[in-house]
């Protein structure tokens, strides 16, 4: 084994601390790109998770998932005899093993070795998770992890090697961050978020890089202030350290009047910083001098930057390079070091470089947040992105009377009150400090720009109400709860008799009162704030499958059924940075269906977030994909979150997103007239929605408390929308209130996803059976009710005399729990379309006994798995099994989820889905005519009718571009049209004896018929 280490950075910090005469130990931080790569290893700067919020140093080592052999090698030099502890960083995914073997070698024989990456094995989790077995977690599902070993070592040289070979199934790559070596036997990782100033994470923050400033007066008095901090620091805050500079040197503290004269200069000064993201350092001058500033990096004659600083207070940051290039690359490009300034100058000349035909969206808003700093430059950049409107704030330089920044639709701003009425004083009917808070901001607001214009107000930021314990707790509270269960003609004595009424309850009551919270807070904004004015609900995350819908408490039906909001916002779309739940960019298409079933009882305008933030592992294409099926849907903004704050939650150095987002502005900006001027043709089938259903997933506990939960039926929603529209259905949302409220009258068709039902409920679905309805049911049926007791009121409607209902899984998460899901059953159906089909079932298991129903599918054993009746004029089906894993389980294949790294999840974007299954749906379906069809089932058309013909937005999911696509179109007035144009293609049509055929030459990802009678 060469020992040659001419090459190979070695940092050793020996530190020998004297405190009353005892020396306080060794370390050896070494980087794992530092090691000599023999075979099988390469540095990449990411690896499954190379994304916010996630740490690592500089770059990783990577070797693949296979048995090959790998080997990385490095000689270290151990200063005495005794025992040592190795710790190795590298990332862990949940349900892979990524095996690896380290030994440390003195005089060539294997002084100690251990294995490491067992996906079973007990691991250090720096996230605040501490030492345990990896799970399926609510959230980070691939982590870095730490896990150590101990040596008993001589004084000299030794070898530490890094080696791998076989590897067991399901296998990952191996992504290596770090190795530390020290003899303080107490040292264990800590918690690598835990960053504020001073207070450190033990082992990560021992990785450091030096970089030396240089700060020299030219004329006059003068000091500068040197504050470094780390780029995209987040939640974590980070190292912070504050320098000012003096006559040969840097000092923490400065004295009153110590500056430096005209001609002196502190000398090169080394600072160290952290390596876990590029430094940002802030120079602020101090003094009516001029002042000369020049940083360099490793070594003091590698200058990157130099600055002069002449006005009085003049700040200037600079985010310089250090080797971390999956940050870098985008950020800096080809520079060393830049000014944030010239950072925003280089993107805006990237975006304007990069040509898209047409013009950008001008009346559906395209929107940044930008913070007051640098302003000028954000705006710059933001128009060379396509955007149009802000986010959050109303800057008067945008919308005062005299605004000096033009471009943006003013017509109305934004601003944030999120969460200010979430206060036990209001809990307890006291809203008058919040009154006088909304009165100031509508004051200020208006004085700061100069003139009244309504505004989108942010009302929550990812909130829900106490718990109904600490509720009961404010003053008046308990008295509302009686009240309430006056209301439902109970009393208090009677719910608490009973347990299972009592959890519906409280649970009820809970939703409630937040959602009669926050109507409150709205009538107190329009109040005081222009007529127009609408309170969204901001950052509220309606379960797609994440967790319960109920986790929080809120229910979203509860809050725009009492006008808590007056406008839809979500976060959803943050399910593609970060939560397994989130299939596809057609997820916001589910989104819209659920932001139209809230928004349809006080007629609310829709917007929300689509985050873009590439350093959380989106990408522009996906982006983009993301933003049609909302804009096709009615959606009159989007908020693209923060792009120009250089810390924490920002796009700033991802020209990849920002080009995305152009690509949506200069496409929408094509349509967005014939989006305004034209409605959505309503959905002929619903998805059922039961807060029912809701409260009670929250009645089974997962053993960790950082599971997501039981959330089965919440993703079961989004797996039945997707399903139904690859069918070429578009389709509603109605809740349980909706059933009993007659929203039933506008469908042909129900599904029923959930096993709780209010009665009344329940009832209006026999009842518009009766009456020739469609009700198909998946496992469940709603045969309990709110209360958790036997509801039989459907089940002469199913043809059924009883069931039995297993459940085996509470997530069923598409692209975490459900990819190493294995069969509960299977279930074969005799005679679909003359063919006999079968398919694995996952998670749900219910099995009938059949009374008048029609059997038409049964388990392996023989067992009844589907049932279908004719009910009066109608018909009903149950299956008592769950439709979507089935349909989405050979979509998605056994890789890692991640957040935007190599060969895993996040991502991909499925399409083999079962045909199977979907034969099934069909067949269900078979007497129900869609007035709109595409020969691609995951080309999403969208019919919208106009005064004089249709819009037919076209999203395609496929991942690749089609070529004479075909649409049919079905409407009673088919025969009526006269001209059918494509705003992106070609297109040519004819008139069948039933439809109008149109054949679409190209689409990439988005097209638009425009289509006259």
Known sequence: MEENMKNILLIVVLSFIISGGVAMGFELPIEAEEFNLVNGWKIVPGGYFPSQ???????????????NSAIATKDIEIPEDGKYNLWVRYESCYGFNSIFKIAILQNKKIVSEQIFGRKDDKKYFPFGKGYTVQNAWY???TDFVYQGMSAELKKGKATIVISKDKNEKPAAKRVLDLVYLTDDLSIVPGNDWNWRGKNEPPIISRFKKPLYVRISCIDGLATVQITTSLYLIGYYKGPWDTYSALKDTLVDKLKRGAVLSAGQSTGWQKIMVSSVMSPEINFTKKGDGKVFVEIAVEKSENIVKKIELTDPEQSVSVIVGIGKKKYEEGLLGNYKALTVEEILQKQKNILDEYKVSGNPAKKLLIAFGMTRQYLKEQFELALACGANAAAYSSHPEIFGTNPVLKGFDTSSGALTAQNWHMTKECYSGDFSKLEERYKKLADDTEKTIGRKIPYRIKLIEESGPPKFETLMTYDGLKQQYIDYLKSEGLTLEQVEKDPDMSFYHQHRFRALVFAKLNATATKLIEKYFPEGTRTNSGSFYPSTGSAPTLERGDDPFLLFRERGVTEFSSEISWGHGGTPDYISPQTQSYEAALARALCKYYNCPMGSYLIADGNRGYTGDYVELASYPMYAQDFRWLHYYYFGWIMECTFIGCPD???????????????????????LVPAKIAIGWSSSTDIWDLSI???????????????????LYLLLRHLQYPCDILSEEDLIEGYL???????LAGDHLKPEAAEALRKWVEQGGTLISVAGGGLLNHYNKPLDTLKDVFGIKSSVMEKKALALRPKLELIHAKPLDSVTFENINGKRVSFDIFGYRQNFEVSNGKILARYKNGEIACVENNYGKGRAIIMGFLPGPSYLKPAIPLKPFGRGGIDELTNFIPTNFSKDVASVMKNFLSNVRSPVVCSENLVEVILRKTDDGYVIPMINYSGRELSNVTVKLSTEDFNEIKSVESVFSKCKFKKTSDAVEITVNRISKFDCLKIKK
């Open 53 to 67: 919020p996630n740490l690592w140093s500089l770059n990783l080592i990577m070797a693949d998932e296979n048995d």
């Open 139 to 141: 959230w980070h599902n």
């Open 657 to 679: 997103v920002m080009k995305g987002i152009k690509r949506v502005s200069y496409t929408i900006g094509k349509v967005e007239d014939d989006l305004i001027n034209s409605k």
């Open 701 to 719: 506990k997962p053993d960790d408390e950082r599971l997501p939960g039981n959330c089965v039926y919440p993703q079961e929603r989004q797996n």
């Open 745 to 751: 009258k506008n469908y042909d068709v129900f599904i």
